[in-house]
Nanobody, 126 residues
Framework: VQLQASGGGLVQVGDSLRLACAAS??????????LGWFRQAPGKEREFVAT???????VYADSVKGRFTISRDNAKNTVYLQMSSLKPEDTAVYYC???????????????????WGQGTLVTVSS
């Protein structure tokens, strides 16, 4: 699976932004993948943001709960991250990731995602 993230940019505090991640998955397999979003700010470790499983079960990091919404469109092989009420601390490179084998207890651990997009930069200016 190849992943291509897009939608990043420079926004103001309180603004909204939608990220998209298009996947090239053949044979209708996209729907079977767990898809996640992670982010990495300068000088910090990669951080879990949200994930959506093949059965549409969703998990969010506490830091984004209520502000971010993850969704998927299996017909378009795309996963989205709708971000609202953005804060300066949301500034980071955002990565999408996919796994076909991840288990529930590992959803927030980036080491268990086999496929990664190239990242898209989100900068929230105050």
């Amino acid at each position: 699976v190849q992943l291509q993230a897009s939608g990043g940019g420079l926004v103001q505090v309180g603004d909204s932004l939608r990220l998209a991640c298009a996947a090239s998955a053949s044979g209708g397999t996209f729907s079977r993948y767990t898809l996640g979003w992670f982010r990495q700010a300068p000088g910090k470790e990669r951080e879990f943001v949200a994930t959506i499983r093949y059965n549409n079960n969703i998990v969010y990091a506490d830091s984004v709960k209520g502000r971010f919404t993850i969704s998927r469109d299996n017909a378009k092989n795309t996963v989205y991250l709708q971000m609202s009420s953005l804060k300066p601390e949301d500034t980071a490179v955002y990565y999408c990731a996919a796994s076909s084998t991840i288990i529930s207890s590992s959803l927030s651990n980036h080491r268990f995602y086999a496929y990664w997009g190239q990242g898209t930069l989100v900068t929230v200016s105050s």
